[in-house]
């Protein structure tokens, strides 16, 4: 038990420590286990470690013993932009500020007699990292940095009816904080219309929790095949508790900055609701050699869920906004394989992830794009009875050119909106070391 | 055998996928802007006939970095035409009025007088809009004669080869903006006068002679019409309210006009500034010395009807005109509305009317900034492609935008906190619109 205790207690700590932010489709992570995304993320129905707690709960029944899983991918995207029409205009581009985030993991799983297994989960399901040099980007009045950080907590049951069935069922809580900063600009007086910051505006939130359940199934109709899908329902977050401030920016003109720190809005608070979309997922996967699992999942994120952004100010109801966004449905198609050799594993797999972004959602906040990805990975086993695991994967995603537009109001006429060619592609590394009991 | 193409096949796949991520990692190239296609016309040369709008006039004078920023130079740049213009040196003819502290706020006119730097160019310039050109100027030269107090900026554009529609048609353009009428109703009201140069069917009558002769001239050539604007929405007109702000309560206090206390709806106009720094216009009771303000600095409110009334005129005639010639109609009187009430919004800036805040309009309440140029010659490009299924595409308006049309310099304590100082304005409104 001492020996147990001991990467639990860090496993914890590291998944407190490290939630973070990073970007997948929408804001959502789908880098939940190192296993499952050598092959792409296509693991519901194959998943063979404890992070089937997020892959497919239902699964917990087909594993052994106790198992923990501890891990986290390194996640860095490039994004980069080329302006067009009138706002902010061709022939320039800009590149958004590199970063990298790790997102962390943590499962653990226990058999329990009679077909029962329970398991709990720590992860960073969604999350948000966008950055542009509020010196160089004509854009800082819509966004300058977010940072959107999630923590999700999970416990889950899962039954097995037969050797053929098992179901599972689940809660979830996730914690979520948000930091949002824009400029504030004005044209320059007396001059030809170009703009002068006048404040840096930032809103920063605490952690505030939501809830949410899960659901699984996962059905064996003989030794080759399995079939295993899982629903996660939406969970819609309450920030009543962000604070805003509006930090002058000094122009250099003594007689402006005086008149503007009479008008610009006091620090105050701020609410707004960040919604997560409900998934769900259905995948299959095929043993045509014992050596050897094919699976292909397809899944579906309910993005209508992220219809807007409202910001409702405690002082200055005057300032209060709502950003739409209006997202659909995004969908996923992944397929994997997994070649088990006696020394190691070596798994690979491609997927393509259609973004649920609308072009006028496309923004320097979150420039969304259909993205295809493909992976490659390596498993170990290690020590007496290879209790010990260690699973490595690489994913390059690459995001397909996406023209958007941004406005910061309704009122906004269309042909002076923020527009331009959105470019990513992201980098992504992982690694979980797993034990078992 | 099979393992060697097996082999090199791994190989290629490996040094295309590393490219291809290489390739990803990189910055996205900028995109240029569209080629421009004329659609029904055609862009290989353009010409621009106007006023002082078109000529890129400024704060009170003409210099040669604001004719680079004036809407047919936008354009022209857009559809990849020659453009040419009278250009004018630093700091501008007359020299341009700079903003020496918002405290106040003080506007002074520039002391170094520009000159024209290439006279000498053997061909009409593609820019021939002129400063205070009336719609009568068009086809007749009598006014740009020594004497007639504006030969100075009519020999440095004209340079006596002729009417500017002669030399338009001399230059053999493709396509020409046509934008006047503002100076028949911007002259009168700058002097307080309700009474437009030519009523709206004189107006009407000598648009149809006009725009006949020039298509005489250029049969083939096609054209955009601008309306005009009201100018009882500018700066110069609405900066000053007709009343003091009564510290007290609140209430408000009326300036006095040639007729007595001013109403509401009257205009006090940007050139009354020193006459109010100076207490006159503004009651005993509020520490002036009562005596009226002198009418040529005030609109009153049945005067301004009338000058509405003209331009509501004139546009009716400019949009019959391009209906029947199947001319671009570019609503320069809409945007200046919209400007005046709602706002423009670009991006999340509300750009408007307002005098030095609102970003439109240039430090002498009348005339557009580099910016103002972008949004007009954008309102042109729309107009144009949806006219003749043209596809130009909009001028960036960041690039558009300037931070200086005048110097911003921290205050130096300067000015009175009720009234702007502006000195050097009426001189420059008197060089622009004399009196006939």
Redesign the interface.
């Given at each position: 038990m001492g020996r147990l205790r001991t990467p639990l207690v860090a496993a914890v700590l590291a998944a407190i420590l490290l939630a973070t932010n990073a970007q997948a489709a929408g804001y959502s992570i789908y880098e939940q286990g190192a296993a499952v995304l050598g092959m792409a993320g296509a693991g519901t129905a194959s998943v063979h470690d404890a992070s089937a707690v997020y892959f497919n709960p239902a699964m917990m029944t087909r594993l052994e013993g106790t198992q923990v899983y501890l891990g986290g991918s390194a996640l860095q995207p490039?994004t980069?932009?080329?302006?067009?029409?009138?706002?902010?205009?061709?022939?320039?581009?800009y590149?958004m500020v590199r970063q990298t985030f790790y997102p962390p993991t943590f499962y653990a799983t226990h058999r329990l007699p009679r077909g029962l297994a329970i398991g709990v989960g720590l992860n960073a399901p969604f999350g948000l990292g966008t950055e542009w040099d509020p010196a160089t980007f004509?854009?800082s009045?819509?966004s300058t940095k977010v940072d959107l950080q999630t923590l999700n907590a999970s416990a889950c049951l899962a039954y097995a009816l037969n050797e053929q069935w098992s179901l599972a069922g689940g809660a979830d809580v996730l914690w979520a904080k948000a930091k949002l900063q824009n400029r504030?600009?004005?044209?320059?007086?007396?001059?030809?219309?170009?703009?002068?910051p006048i404040a840096d505006v930032s809103l920063t939130s605490g952690w505030k929790p939501g809830p949410g359940w899960n659901a699984a199934l996962v059905f064996t109709p003989n030794a080759q095949w399995k079939v295993g899908a899982y629903y996660r329902s939406k969970i819609v977050v309450h920030i009543d508790d962000a604070d805003v401030s509006f930090a002058q920016i000094p122009t250099?003109?003594?007689?402006?900055d005086a008149?503007l720190a009479g008008e610009l809005p006091p620090a105050q608070g701020v609410s707004t609701v960040l919604r997560f979309p409900a998934m769900w997922s259905v995948g299959a996967a095929f043993q045509p050699r014992p050596a050897w699992t094919v699976e292909t999942d397809f899944q579906l994120h309910e993005w209508k869920v992220f219809s807007d952004l409202p910001l409702t100010f405690s002082e200055t109801p005057a300032i209060n906004t709502t950003r739409i966004e209006n997202y659909g449905t995004g969908w996923q198609i992944r397929a994997g394989a997994e070649h088990r050799l006696p020394a190691f594993t070596y798994r690979f797999g491609y997927y393509f992830d259609h973004s649920p972004a609308p072009t006028e959602a496309v923004t320097p906040l979150l420039p969304d794009a259909d993205r295809h990805g493909?992976s490659a990975g390596l498993g170990f086993g290690l020590g007496k009875d290879k209790r010990w695991t260690v699973d490595a994967y690489e994913l390059?995603l690459?995001a397909v050119?996406r023209f958007g537009v941004a406005a910061?109001?309704p009122?906004?006429?269309v042909?002076?909106?923020?527009q331009?060619?959105?470019?990513t592609?992201v980098?992504i590394a992982g690694i979980n070391l797993g034990y078992r009991w | 055998m099979n393992r060697m193409i097996r082999r090199y096949a791994a190989v290629t796949l490996a040094a295309l996928f590393v490219a291809g991520t290489i390739g990803s990692c990189s910055k996205i190239k900028p995109i240029s802007a569209p080629v421009a296609g004329g659609g029904s016309a055609s862009f290989s040369l353009y010409a621009a006939m106007g006023t002082s709008i078109g000529a890129g006039y400024q704060s009170g004078g003409l210099v040669y970095r604001h004719q680079l920023h004036a809407y047919p130079a936008l354009f022209a740049r857009q559809v990849g035409s020659t453009f040419t213009y009278p250009a004018i040196s630093d700091s501008g003819l007359p020299p341009l009025l700079r903003l020496i502290s918002l405290a106040g706020p003080v506007i002074l006119p520039g002391t170094h007088r520009g000159a024209p730097t290439n006279l000498a160019l053997p061909t009409p310039y593609t820019n021939m809009s002129v400063p205070g050109a009336l719609l009568f100027d068009v086809m007749d030269s009598t006014l740009y004669a020594p004497g007639s107090g504006r030969d100075t900026i009519f020999s440095i554009i004209a340079r006596r080869q002729g009417t500017i529609l002669q030399q338009i048609v001399r230059l053999r353009p493709t396509f020409v903006s046509f934008e006047f009428g503002a100076n028949e109703v911007l002259g009168p009201a700058t002097r307080g006068s309700g009474t437009p140069l030519f009523s709206a069917a004189q107006f009407a009558g000598l648009l149809h002679v006009t725009l006949d002769s020039l298509q005489a001239g250029l049969p083939s050539t096609k054209l955009a019409l601008f309306t005009v604007p009201d100018v009882t929405t500018i700066p110069f007109v609405t900066t000053i309210k007709p009343y003091l702000v009564n510290p007290a309560d609140g209430s408000h206090i009326p300036l006095i006009g040639p007729g007595g206390a001013l109403t509401e709806s009257d205009f006090v106009l940007l050139t009354a500034a020193p006459y109010l720094a100076a207490g006159i216009g503004v009651p005993v009771a509020a520490g002036g010395t009562g005596n009226p303000l002198p009418s040529g600095v005030v609109l009153l409110a049945s005067d301004a009807s009338s000058i509405r009334s003209a331009v509501d005129g004139y546009n009716a005639a400019i949009a019959a005109e391009a209906a029947g010639r199947g001319a671009a109609l570019v609503d320069l009187h809409g945007l200046l509305i919209t400007a005046a009430t709602t706002g423009l919004r670009i991006g999340a800036t509300s750009y408007s009317s307002a005098f030095l805040t609102g970003g439109l309009f240039s430090l002498d309440g009348i005339h557009p900034t580099d910016l103002g140029h972008g949004i007009i010659a954008n309102a042109m490009i729309d107009a144009v492609n949806a006219q003749f299924g043209a596809s130009v595409p909009h001028v960036s308006l960041s690039d558009a935008a300037t931070a200086t049309a005048s110097r911003l310099r921290p205050a130096r304590g300067e000015g009175d906190a009720r009234w702007p100082r502006i000195e050097g304005l009426a001189e420059a409104l008197r060089a622009l619109y004399p009196r006939r």
């Open positions: 490039i980069s932009l080329a302006g067009e029409g009138a706002n902010p205009g061709f022939g320039a581009s590149e004509p854009g009045y819509l504030e600009l004005i044209p320059v007086p007396g001059g030809g219309g170009a703009l002068v250099g003109d003594p007689v402006l008149l493909v390059v690459f050119n910061a109001s009122a906004e006429p042909e002076y909106r923020f331009g060619k959105y470019k592609f980098n | -």
